[in-house]
């Protein structure tokens, strides 16, 4: 049977090809989708921001979390946080518009994978639940951008201090017990004692008696 040759590979062989090369790029694409979707994304005028908080994306109750937010104007260009006049404020979920921020972390420039300057501030959600993070800025000088105002919801998971106040209790009750213990030995050398002088002064009365 004659087999058709695309430089120099027979036809058999080219489709396993295709299917192969159709495969890599089925897996390539699902994992930069898989990469872009681990950070939050926002977007409003013509600024849009990327949110990400360390450790993983995963921030825990009682624990501080490091927390950076990636500026860029449309196109692309970087707005690193000397440029922006920025604030951010942190609510917790659900909240009303005239509800008054939970925290208000002070921000400080840093680096980040290829970032360098953005906003960034450390964070530490005092519980378990849902928040929400809002970062508003506005040009520092000039009209390089419009004002905005970003919002991030965030899950936030419980974290070690719950266990903490577990081991509290756990510590003062075995504390109680330890002197429960304690006091166990005591009651019963009174109890012996006592019942030595009960059986002491029927012994004397018996030997008065006679």
């Known amino acids: 049977m004659r ?18 090369i159709l495969l890599i790029g089925l897996v ?19 600024v849009g921001g990327t949110l990400h ?24 260009k ?22 008054p921020a939970l925290l208000e972390p002070p921000l400080q420039a840093i680096s980040a994978e290829r970032y360098k300057g953005i906003p960034g501030s450390e964070i530490t959600f005092p519980k378990p639940g849902a928040y929400l993070l809002q970062l508003s800025g506005k040009p520092a000088s000039g009209e390089s951008f419009r004002p905005f105002k970003l919002n991030f919801e965030v899950t936030v998971a419980a974290g070690s201090a719950s266990a903490t106040e577990t081991q509290k209790v756990q510590n003062v009750n075995d504390a109680v017990e330890d002197r429960k213990s304690g006091f166990i030995p005591i009651a019963i050398a009174l109890s012996a004692l006592a019942a030595g002088g009960i059986v002491f002064v029927v012994q004397q009365r018996r030997r008065n008696g006679e």
């Open 28 to 46: 390539l694409s699902l994992t930069n989708i898989s990469v872009a979707s681990a950070h939050n994304v926002k977007t409003a005028a013509d």
């Open 53 to 76: 908080i360390q450790p993983n994306d995963n921030p825990r109750a009682g624990e501080p979390s490091q927390v950076w937010i990636a500026l860029t104007r449309k196109g692309g």
């Open 3 to 20: 087999q058709s040759l695309i430089k120099g590979i027979p036809w058999q062989s080219q489709g396993t090809s295709k299917c192969v």
């Open 78 to 99: 970087v707005i690193p946080l000397k440029e922006c006049n920025c604030q951010l404020a942190v609510y917790a979920e659900p909240h009303s518009a005239k509800e």
